[in-house]
């Protein structure tokens, strides 16, 4: 039964849009339950780069040419290693390009395994279409030769010209061989120091490290979880898993915690997207924009339980939001508990706003602090 009703703000404005978004109720804490190797990782188990300096030949004339002295001097030395000495200012480079080659070593693998490279050019090549990588030796920020990589490179768009007109799609400049490197030295990677292990979250939160030291302390009584900061912990190894560390890890990275989000809302000017997560929070402001009406209003409300029910007398906090577009005779009315970021977009969409007007909106809601969240523009 409702005993009050306070309107805050109700102004039209002919050939604008007004946009009153308060802050009624506070938002539940956005927690998704999650399991702990999906968001965290071992501190020593991760990926290594690895790059090498290559030439790739059997181009079609579309090569780095003559002008690219690092090039000349790369096939000349390329060929002097199987008895052929020749002169670098007399070797035609039409057909062959200096590229550098990457690609990353996995903790765990072993001598023998296949990884994925890419290949990009460095020099004055139009094309690496139909090109072979010569074998490329890869190293790692140590120096030390990790693997060696050979094969076609596969590309993804094309080339074309004639009589003066040419046509591009995507780079033809850069590659990828699949399983085009075999890895020759593996990387030792221990899982614990000492008697310990270390976890480290993939994004750090302290309310999502607790979280994962109570389940822990929880499920096992005899581990002891020790929290450094908002991204790292590490237990004991009990003395039942020294001699199987691997099944420990196993049961620890299955358990499921609360993962907690940080209010975010991530804008692609280029594409139009918007992408929110999080607790997003918007606090009173008024915006106008082209020809729109919006109009949002208050409505406290009293919830008055049953006869001898038990029940309390309490305030429901709520909202009523009139949307009128005098361009397109459209009308919208929508009652809700709260105002969130989402119900906004979601409105401006239904009326027809222009992504790019929707992004100009949040910008400007961020800029006089109206949104309680990050933005970030990519």
């Not at 409702?2 to 309107?7: D, L, Q, Y």
């Not at 802050?23 to 090498?52: F, P, W, Y």
């Not at 190293?139 to 591009?168: C, D, F, L, R, T």
Request: glycine share 10%.
């Amino acid at each position: 039964m409702s005993v009050s009703s306070e309107n805050i703000f109700n102004k039209s404005i002919k050939g604008k849009i007004v946009l009153v978004i308060l802050l009624l109720t506070s938002m539940l804490s956005a927690q998704t339950t999650s399991r702990i190797k999906d968001i965290c990782r071992l501190e020593n188990v991760r990926d290594n780069q690895l790059i090498g300096y290559g030439l790739v030949v059997g181009l079609a004339g579309t090569g780095d040419g003559n002008g690219n002295q690092a090039t000349l001097q790369g096939i000349s030395n390329m060929l002097s290693n199987f008895g052929v000495q020749i002169d670098a200012t007399k070797i035609n480079g039409n057909n062959v390009a200096a590229v550098m080659v990457t690609g990353k070593i996995r903790a765990f693998n072993v001598t023998g395994d296949l990884l994925d490279v890419d290949v990009s050019s460095i020099g004055k090549a139009k094309s690496l279409r139909g090109g072979t990588l010569l074998l490329t030796p890869l190293k790692g920020a140590n120096g030390v030769v990790y693997s060696v990589a050979q094969g076609a490179v596969s590309i993804g768009g094309h080339s074309a010209s004639s009589q003066g007109s040419s046509s591009v799609q995507n780079h033809v400049t850069s590659g990828r061989i699949p399983n085009g490197a075999i890895v020759e030295k593996s990387i030792v990677t221990p899982l614990n120091v000492g008697n310990e292990l270390t976890w480290v979250l993939d994004d750090e939160d302290f309310g999502t490290v607790d979280n994962i030291r109570q389940a822990i302390q929880k499920k096992y009584g005899d581990i002891k979880v020790k929290v450094s900061n908002a991204s790292r912990f590490t237990i004991n190894i009990p003395d039942k898993y020294k001699d199987n560390i691997v099944q420990l890890i196993a049961q620890i990275s299955d358990l499921e915690v609360a993962a907690d989000m940080i209010a975010r809302i991530v804008v692609n000017e280029k594409t139009g997207s918007v992408v929110m997560g999080g607790p997003i929070k918007i606090a009173p402001v008024a915006i106008a924009h082209e020809d729109l009406n919006i109009s949002i209003q208050s409505d406290n409300s009293v919830s008055q339980p049953a006869s001898l029910s038990g029940g309390q007398t309490t305030i429901v906090k709520g909202s009523i939001v009139d949307i009128n577009s005098s361009k397109e005779t459209t009308y919208f009315k929508m009652i809700k508990d709260t105002n969130t970021i989402e119900d906004l977009v979601s409105v401006l969409n239904n009326i027809g706003v222009t992504p790019s007007g929707i992004i100009s909106i949040l910008q400007l809601m961020k800029e006089i602090g109206a949104i309680k969240a990050k933005l970030e523009i990519v």
